[in-house]
Nanobody, 115 residues
Framework: QVQLVESGGGLVQAGGSLRLSCATS????????MAWYRQAPGKQRELVAS???????NYADSAKGRFTIFRDNAKKTLYLQMNSLKPEDTAVYYC?????????WGKGTLVTVSS
């Protein structure tokens, strides 16, 4: 009933920028929180940034000062602006939505940062 589709990933050199998008659709009526997670090869999935329905934001230490999470309600889209990218940011990035105790996930978009 809830669909999340990420886009915007790709190959970028260290120091560059990317903007990830998460288009939402379906039966979305009461969002508790939306977030971006990432999973690098051989590592656990980790929270990168989150935003509540009240627009409160939270960032992982590794993302602070470089990444910004924001929403465009008119477009029903969640974004992650990533600046000053580092090779260690290389991962599959996933959009997450929590509603009524349920977790919904997109299929991910790959970000590769080269030196």
């Amino acid at each position: 009933q809830v669909q999340l589709v990420e886009s915007g990933g790709g190959l970028v050199q260290a120091g560059g920028s990317l903007r990830l998008s998460c288009a939402t659709s379906g039966n979305i009526f009461s969002i508790n929180v939306m977030a971006w997670y990432r999973q690098a090869p051989g590592k656990q999935r980790e929270l990168v940034a989150s935003i509540t329905n009240g627009w409160n934001t939270n960032y992982a230490d590794s993302a602070k000062g470089r990444f910004t999470i924001f929403r465009d309600n008119a477009k029903k889209t969640l974004y992650l602006q990533m600046n000053s990218l580092k090779p260690e940011d290389t991962a599959v990035y996933y959009c997450n939505l929590v509603q009524d105790g349920m977790n919904y996930w997109g299929k991910g978009t790959l970000v590769t940062v080269s030196s």
